[in-house]
């Protein structure tokens, strides 16, 4: 089962586990993105499939299910929270103009000449959500500050990926708010997370699953990646994960850039434990 956390290369997996299983690999998700699935809604999804191998969905909760006619191997990848929070800021934002400038917030002739000079016949989906128009209306700084500052914005910009994590059985996570953004359950996130089979980062895609592959071999199962294995990728970068952190961080102003690294306390202590897990080759 994968629990695609938003911007972690999931669709990357998406496409290895298509590679692989073909017809017997099942993406699903509710009809609205607050969706949730909780446990007994996927025991009763993965019962009546009986002939897929592996799915994919972002609103599945965790802990996986418990089932004496199947074992669900959990596969998920976490981020460095500074590079997932750049991700998502590209990604809302969109396309750009030569200058900078976001090509939704170009009035309608400069638009129409601005494809014209890009090749393009029609204008990219644009996002239409809060986070969205305030990506395109901001620059980075900008976008970090408003997410900061606007309290159903900040779960963008604040532990996100423990909150993931964090949630008991068939329950939501607990969660404060305070001065530096929003806190979880980081011990209950910490105990879900070693519970994973299938734990990867997306900065050391190809080489974590390949260690899947090894992994699921064991269960009778092939994994192999594809010729192309990056999909849906606002940028590729070859520079060591410091620096490219350092590059996301350094044009922040110094107030606005320890507050976003205070606001992101427990994704880092969830990353460095992942990282720490994979690196002993850690087994549930």
């Not at 494809?115 to 970090?144: E, K, R």
Request: contains cysteine; charged residues 20%.
């Amino acid at each position: 089962m994968h629990y695609h956390i938003y911007k972690n290369a999931g669709t990357s997996f998406d496409h290895v586990l298509r590679h692989n299983y073909g017809a017997r690999h099942e993406c699903f998700d509710g009809p609205f993105p607050f969706f949730s699935i909780d446990q007994e809604q996927l025991d009763r999804i993965i019962m009546r499939r009986p002939d897929t191998v592996a799915f994919s969905s972002h609103q599945v909760a965790l802990p996986q299910p418990s089932s004496l006619d199947y074992r669900v191997l959990a596969a998920v990848f976490l981020r460095n929270p500074f590079l997932r929070i750049a991700s998502i800021y590209r990604f809302k934002r969109g396309p750009e103009r030569a200058d900078g400038t976001a090509l939704a917030t170009l009035p309608p002739d400069e638009l129409r000449a601005e494809l014209a000079a890009q090749g393009l016949a029609d204008p990219p989906p644009f996002d239409a959500t809060s986070t969205g128009i305030a990506a395109q209306q901001h620059d980075f700084a900008g976008w970090i500050e408003h997410c900061l500052s606007v309290p159903a914005e900040t779960v963008h910009v604040s532990n996100a990926q423990t909150r993931f994590l964090a949630a008991p059985f068939r329950c939501r996570p607990l969660l404060r708010r305070g001065a530096a953004g929003i806190e979880y359950d980081l011990g209950t996130a910490t105990r879900v997370l070693a519970g994973i089979e299938l734990l990867g980062r997306a900065e050391m895609f190809e080489p974590d699953v390949t260690r899947f592959g090894r992994i699921l071999a064991e269960h009778g199962l092939t994994l192999t990646l594809p010729d192309d294995t990056r999909h849906n990728v606002t940028r590729q970068d070859a520079a060591p994960v410091a620096a490219q952190v350092e590059a996301v961080l350094a044009p922040l102003p110094f107030a606005l850039r320890n507050r976003l690294i205070r606001a992101n306390t427990q994704d880092l202590a969830l990353y460095d434990r992942a990282s720490a897990l994979i690196s002993r080759d850690h087994r549930p």
